[in-house]
T-cell receptor, first 109, second 119 residues
């Protein structure tokens, strides 16, 4: 299977702080997706990236598709308690989606 | 509203029994997927289907079976051959990558999940 590395594995931050997480791979992808999963629920799509170098924002979230098409990062600015959850990167090639192991985010009020 | 539904939300099964998890979507998506998620883990692909009456094994297909008789439905059967079936099961769907048309044709949408516990 594809080698996909997501880091960090977990983060504990104070409310109001910024967060950064990333995914890297040895393979090239056509699309990078970022999801958030709340406990006991299905993942919800946050941001989709379709072109190398693309930088996209969705409210306090910003994500970029790496120029080499092998990596992506997700930033969350001014974190709030409802940002708590597990964040997954999910690059796509063809009809196959690959998932990182997730970054567990805890926001301390 | 369009979306993906999975039922039931919680399922308990006795060891040695087969059980079928339901997944329905009304998004008119061609492709459907089943994933397994264990505590603290990422998603692992069990089976996927790109078109009606066709499906392919994912990374961990052993002990599972699927059918795709209708575009809207992709049920997953967890058989007694699955050695460690207790997990959270997620169904997803997407348009085919060859569907063309406007973005977002590359996005995958998930159902709410079914938590299966084997007693």
């Amino acid at each position: 299977g594809q080698q996909l590395n997501q880091s960090p594995q977990s983060m504990f931050i104070q409310e109001g702080e910024d967060v950064s997480m990333n995914c890297t791979s040895s393979s090239i992808f056509n699309t990078w997706l970022w999801y958030k999963q709340d406990p006991g629920e299905g993942p919800v799509l946050l941001i989709a990236l379709y072109k190398a170098g693309e930088l996209t924002s969705n409210g306090r979230l910003t994500a970029q598709f790496g120029i080499t098409r092998k990596d992506s990062f997700l930033n969350i600015s001014a974190s709030i308690p409802s940002d708590v959850g597990i964040y997954f990167c999910a690059p796509r090639t063809g009809n196959q989606f690959y998932f990182g192991t997730g970054t567990s985010l805890t926001v301390i009020p | 509203d369009g979306g993906i539904t999975q039922s039931p939300k919680y399922l308990f099964r006795k060891e040695g029994q087969n059980v079928t998890l339901s997944c329905e979507q009304n998004l008119n998506h061609d492709a459907m997927y089943w994933y397994r998620q264990d505590p603290g883990q990422g998603l692992r692909l069990i089976y996927y289907s790109q078109i009606v009456n066709d499906f392919q094994k994912g990374d961990i297909a052993e002990g599972y079976s699927v059918s795709r008789e209708k575009k809207e439905s992709f049920p997953l059967t967890v058989t007694s051959a699955q050695k460690n079936p207790t997990a959270f099961y997620l169904c997803a769907s997407s348009l085919q990558s060859t569907s063309g048309g406007p973005i977002p044709y590359n996005e995958q949408f998930f159902g709410p999940g079914t938590r299966l516990t084997v007693l």
